[in-house]
């Protein structure tokens, strides 16, 4: 059975028009909040015009940063790694952030991942709004704390709800799970293997959508 959340979340409020090439082109000129000015480019969704699953994580890491497309990072490896032995096809699926641009601190030369604020993920849910009511998905992932926050307001957490699938105040039905960056944290720890098999069993729920 659904658990229906009914806090409004900052995606479902007002949101971009257009197609994904449009908006795709907009938000490279975004100045709706001030991680532009840091952030190398826009890091928008990419995946099948006709998906029927949307994935949905933090923001982009260092990597996705410089080279301009989502999970193409370690953490985006994990989740190939992942979604392949769920029997998940990456490619039917589409794949964006909560937040467009990537937050970091500087460490010398390295940049660290810093999490998006309340008020940045609002702004940004502006285009995740948009690509939502572009695709019409038949599920949505949320992929950690971030993404649920931005799918569903504040009545869910991961910790939680997490392999639980919930309703956005639209009706869209909702995963709630974790980022493959906290299960890349973990390794070396006793229960690592096993959250990683955890996470698996979650995405497997993906199937019947696609499938449907």
């Not at 985006?76 to 032995?85: A, I, K, P, S």
């Not at 392999?163 to 974790?178: A, N």
Request: aromatic share 6%.
């Amino acid at each position: 059975m659904l658990k229906k959340a009914s806090t409004p979340a900052p995606a479902f409020q007002e949101h971009a028009q257009g197609d994904i090439e449009a908006m795709h082109a907009a938000a490279a000129e975004c100045r709706r909040c001030d991680l532009y000015r840091e952030a190398t480019q826009v890091v928008f969704g990419e995946g099948a015009k006709r998906a029927r699953v949307l994935l949905v994580g933090e923001q982009p890491g260092d990597r996705e940063d410089q080279l301009g497309h989502p999970f193409v990072g370690p953490a985006g490896r994990f989740l190939d790694g992942c979604l392949e032995e769920a029997g998940i096809d990456r490619s039917a699926c589409y794949l964006t952030n909560a937040v467009k641009h990537f937050k970091f601190k500087r460490f010398g030369k390295r940049r660290i991942h810093e999490r998006p604020n309340t008020g940045e993920v609002r702004q940004c849910a502006w285009w995740l709004g948009g690509e939502i009511e572009r695709l019409k998905p038949a599920l949505l992932v949320a992929l950690g704390a971030t993404a649920t926050f931005a799918l569903l307001g504040k009545r869910h957490a991961v910790t939680a709800d997490r392999g639980r699938i919930v309703e956005t105040e639209s009706g869209v039905p909702t995963l709630i799970t974790v980022h493959p960056s906290a299960l890349l944290r973990s390794r070396g720890r006793p229960d690592a293997e096993q959250e990683r098999g955890r996470f698996v069993a979650e995405l497997r729920k993906i199937r019947p959508f696609l499938e449907s």
